[in-house]
Nanobody, 126 residues
Framework: QERAVESGGGLVQAGDSLTLSCVWF????????MGWFRRAPGQEREFVAA????????YYGDSVQGRFTISRDNAENTAYLQMDNLKPEDTAVYYCSAALSVYWSGSTSPRDFGPWGQGTQVTVSS
């Protein structure tokens, strides 16, 4: 059964950096686009970043553009999210998942990704 295991979250100060990791278990990782999403308390799940199966065509949410970098290592079945210049508004639980179809359209909707793991908490203090 497919599942993601996220790690790397923590409590940091504004301006700090963190790198999140997502290990994927299940279907052939290298065939699927991967996405990072986040959910702040009381908010809907928000798109953060996505990357195509081959590692190209990264997409970023407007609020993280220029500060976050998504990457992947297909040999290790792992996706990463490098987060620089963190802000208090980045505080959320961060989730990763695979696109539901190998024919990823570039969609940034969480409905086109799944299943979802437990996530990793990122807290940024001011």
């Amino acid at each position: 059964q497919e599942r993601a295991v996220e790690s790397g979250g923590g409590l940091v100060q504004a301006g700090d950096s963190l790198t999140l990791s997502c290990v994927w278990f299940g279907h052939t990782f290298s065939l699927y686009a991967m996405g990072w999403f986040r959910r702040a308390p009381g908010q809907e799940r928000e798109f953060v970043a996505a990357i195509s199966s081959g590692g190209g065509s990264p997409y970023y949410g407007d609020s993280v553009q220029g500060r976050f970098t998504i990457s992947r290592d297909n040999a290790e079945n792992t996706a990463y999210l490098q987060m620089d210049n963190l802000k208090p508004e980045d505080t959320a639980v961060y989730y990763c998942s695979a696109a539901l179809s190998v024919y990823w359209s570039g969609s940034t909707s969480p409905r086109d990704f799944g299943p979802w793991g437990q996530g990793t908490q990122v807290t940024v203090s001011s």
